[in-house]
């Protein structure tokens, strides 16, 4: 079975605020860290009334402070809204506070709509093509310095902490395999190009002194409960929250509602149906099957497995059903989903 980890986007649900979604990811954290899963990743978005991890190195920090043994770190920092000495500064001063835990993951999107884009940048003359110059420069300020190196990031230098590369295109595929990274691709919410990214990566990766072979995590949608029933409710609020966000209309992550199929139209339905390509829903068992199926296709190295669910407690709950059903895949099952 692949390695199972978290991407949280740190909900603020409807009714509550930045606070509260801040206390939920810690505790989700914590509750996903006594199950056993790898790292927990928080993401950077922007002007989004439904999400509160903008300030993602900070983020990360709260949650490293408040565990000992996942890793965490970014899914991702997207770093065109950033100089590459800062991002260094930031990374390196959360690996000196929590050795060997913290990771880099690394988006070229910027993460929001361009009036915030200009906001933050204070410019828009910052080019998301010179996203594989950006990798490289911020990649020399963890690497240990050189020699009449002028500018060094302190602390950073010489932390090497590790850099994975996001993507929902092949552009991201094609940069991971030639920098020899892992690849981290967002099947979550864009899988239409996943296997193509797949393919390009493995073919045309090149070692490196961070990965000697090709490393592949997958973006997985899981909203797991007791019955089938009550895990098709719950999916309705991720469901909701997709469809305001694809509509121009984000906001918090809406209550789940009964019947929420009668209100869609044709239209509303063929954006969902989208996501479906990399999603499990239902109870242990019918997640175990999916999960295989999936696995099988892609012959994934870590699933990284987001849950929108309006409930915390249910949705540390999906996480509990989502490990244990994982964690119960045969490897007959695998050979016959093959």
């Not at 850099?163 to 094609?174: T, W």
């Amino acid at each position: 079975m692949p390695v199972l980890s978290v991407l949280d986007l740190s909900p603020i649900t409807a009714g509550a605020d930045p606070s509260q979604a801040l206390s939920n990811s810690l505790s989700l954290a914590q509750h996903t860290e006594g199950l056993g899963y790898y790292r927990y990743w928080v993401a950077e978005h922007h002007n989004m009334p439904g999400i509160a991890s903008a300030a993602t190195a900070v983020v990360i920090g709260h949650i490293a402070g408040g565990t000992s043994t996942l890793r965490v770190g970014s899914g991702g920092i997207m770093l065109p809204n950033h100089a590459p000495l800062m991002v260094a500064e930031q990374f390196g001063t959360l690996a000196a506070l929590y050795p060997n835990r913290i990771d880099l993951g690394l988006g070229r999107a910027p993460g929001t709509d361009g009036m915030t884009a200009h906001a933050l940048r204070r410019t828009l003359h910052s080019d998301p093509n010179k996203f594989p110059q950006d990798v490289l420069e911020l990649k020399g300020y963890l690497a240990d310095a050189q020699e009449n190196q002028k500018v060094l990031a302190i602390p950073g230098q010489g932390s090497n902490v590790p850099l994975y590369i996001l993507g929902s295109s092949l552009f991201g595929a094609q940069l991971a395999a030639i920098l020899g990274l892992p690849f981290a691709f967002a099947s979550h919410f864009a899988p239409a190009a996943m296997m193509r990214a797949i393919a390009l990566y493995r073919e045309e990766f090149t070692p490196s002194e961070q990965l000697h072979k090709p490393y592949v995590m997958l973006g997985y949608n899981i909203c797991a409960a007791d019955t089938e029933a009550e895990a098709q409710r719950l999916r309705t609020s991720g469901l909701r929250a997709l469809l305001n966000l694809r509509q121009g209309r984000p906001g918090p992550l809406p209550p789940p509602i009964d019947n929420f199929e009668t209100t869609l139209t044709t239209a509303e339905q063929s954006i969902l149906a989208q996501s479906d390509a990399a999603a499990a829903v239902g109870d242990v068992e019918q997640i175990r099957d999916q999960v295989a199926e999936f696995v099988a296709q892609t012959q994934v190295d870590e699933l990284i497995i987001t849950s929108q669910i309006f409930d915390h407690e249910a949705r540390c709950h999906s996480y509990s059903i989502a490990f244990e059903a994982c964690s119960n895949i045969e490897l007959e099952s695998l050979a016959q989903a093959n």
